[in-house]
């Protein structure tokens, strides 16, 4: 070991460090990165050969104390240090605070061991009772025999008698001084081994909310780099607007987390009643029923939340789209989105998405510009991707398009690409939609009359429109035709 530390000393690569570092920092401004890299580079293999002859030397010194100089060293201050600095290094992130470090694991091998200490005295003082017990119960035999030979004499009998009692009541103390202590030890058992299953417990709910966590932002992630193009492929091959497409699927999204949250609601209302006759007046009983759901998230009715996000998305003002597209085609990806946000909602605390509404302030924090964007606009145009939040937090940013003068121009384009669809196209201020999907229009103008919108759903709105008047006209030149005022017609 000394020949080691003595070329360690004699090496000129220490001494000339100090020199290597005074020269990089002169020359950094005036170096590029790749230079500036490669200095740094230099500097990291040096340091790593010294370590590597330390801990060369360290080996040596440690083999030379034998098994047990040296151990409690290296518990102390090798093994913390080696966790703090590897694992934060190779993470790029602190150390959690959640789960036990070494020193901790240390600390409470050191408790067990004492409390082990204090199993093994109790243990002691239970042997030298029953030690006790059985000579007494040895004394009390050779008092018996005594009193047997000499049951002649009444005064020794009687005397013998008071000490055989006397010596009874001792045996009975002793007897119950070793219940005593075997039932403290049992009792010191159990309390050590319930309080560290709690604990490992506790550490394994908590690994899995992380990875529960975890899991829901990859499966966001991938639903927006792999889903959200996939539906893009599909609804271009009908649709040409991109902004058009990318509405869409926006609104998907966002209508399919809506639907999920609802879902996962009613599902956890059912789930309580369910548990209620077992589970009621439990501490655990919130515990037990989030544990149920996580368990059973194959219970979750997914294709009707499909059907309700479509629904939601055919009344939807903002989308337009041709009239051969049916929103069906992004049932798979509408699915998998709800499900994604349904495991969500069993998180602690849940994740959420973003509100975003067009017109909106840019928010660098929640969302990255497009590549076609116009990054100097302050507003936001339209969104393409909702961000993922937990409470205030922004766990994943989502994506928006930003352009100047763009947005006050959006409602005069979006009205003019709509469907010529009767349900879409804009109507008349004569007309207005009430929620039975009938138009309604005053009945001093119109007569009052039925006309279902299936018929005209095929049509243009402008030829429906001229159907409908002509209609009317033929109507009111009737014998049979009324107007009713201050009522409505409803078509």
């Known amino acids: 070991m000394a020949d080691n530390l003595r070329r360690l000393v004699s090496n000129e690569a220490l001494r000339s460090l100090q020199d290597k570092l005074e020269s990089w920092l002169r020359e950094y401004n005036a170096n590029s990165c790749d230079q500036n ?3 740094c580079l230099e500097l990291i293999e040096q340091v790593a050969k010294v370590q590597g002859q330390l801990f060369g030397i360290l080996t040596v010194a440690a083999q030379e104390g034998g098994h047990y100089d040296g151990v409690e060293t290296i518990k102390s201050r090798l093994l913390p240090w080696l966790e703090a600095s590897f694992t934060a290094a190779s993470l790029g992130k602190p150390v959690d605070s959640k789960v036990p470090s070494l020193q901790d694991t240390f600390d409470k091998d050191r408790h067990k061991e004492s409390g082990t200490r204090d199993i093994q005295q109790l243990d002691a003082d239970l042997s ?13 035999k050779s008092l018996q025999a005594q009193e047997e030979s000499r049951h002649r004499n ?36 159990n309390a050590e081994a319930v309080c560290d299953y709690e604990k490992q417990l506790r550490t394994l709910k908590d690994e899995i909310a992380v990875l529960s966590a975890e899991k829901s932002v990859l499966q966001g992630s ?45 599902f956890k209302i059912r789930v309580r009643k369910s548990l209620t006759p077992s589970c009621a007046g439990s501490n655990d009983f919130e515990d037990a029923v989030s544990d149920y759901i996580i368990c059973h998230l194959d219970l979750y009715d997914s294709q009707s939340s499909v059907n309700d996000v479509i629904r939601a998305m055919n009344v939807n003002p903002k989308i337009s789209f041709p009239p051969e597209v049916d929103f069906c085609l992004l049932s798979n990806f509408i699915q998998e989105i709800c499900c994604i946000a349904f495991a969500m909602q069993t998180l602690e605390p849940p994740l959420d998405i973003a509100f975003g509404a067009d017109g909106e302030i840019f928010n660098d924090c929640k969302y990255r510009r497009s590549y076609d964007s116009d990054f100097t606009a302050p507003l936001v145009f339209y969104h393409v991707w909702p961000a993922l939040m937990e409470n205030d937090c922004v766990i994943m940013k989502g994506e928006a398009v930003t352009r100047r003068g763009a947005f006050w121009n959006s409602v005069r384009s979006i009205s003019r690409s709509r469907s010529p669809s009767p349900i879409r196209c804009g109507l008349p201020r004569l007309f207005q939609t009430n929620t039975d999907n ?47 005022p201050n009522s409505t017609a409803v078509v």
């Open 37 to 39: 890299l490669n200095h």
């Open 128 to 140: 030298a009772t029953r030690n006790q017990l059985n000579q007494v119960q040895d004394e009390l």
């Open 438 to 484: 009938r138009i309604e229009a005053p009945s001093d103008v119109w007569p009052s009359v039925l006309v279902d919108l299936k018929d005209i759903s095929n049509q243009g709105c402008d030829d429906s429109l001229h159907r409908w008047k002509r209609f009317s006209q033929d109507s009111r030149q009737s014998p049979n035709f009324s107007a009713r």
């Open 222 to 266: 991938d639903a927006y780099s792999q889903g959200r193009l996939d539906a893009q492929c599909l609804l271009r091959r009908c649709i040409d607007k991109a902004e058009t497409v990318q509405r869409i699927i926006y609104i998907a999204t966002v209508e399919a987390f809506h639907v999920a949250k609802m879902a996962f609601r009613h």
């Open 154 to 189: 009444s005064d020794r009998r009687r005397s013998e008698k008071r000490g055989s009692e006397r010596r009874r009541v001792e045996l009975r103390g002793s007897e119950q001084r070793v219940s005593d202590l075997d039932r403290r030890c049992a009792n010191q058992r």
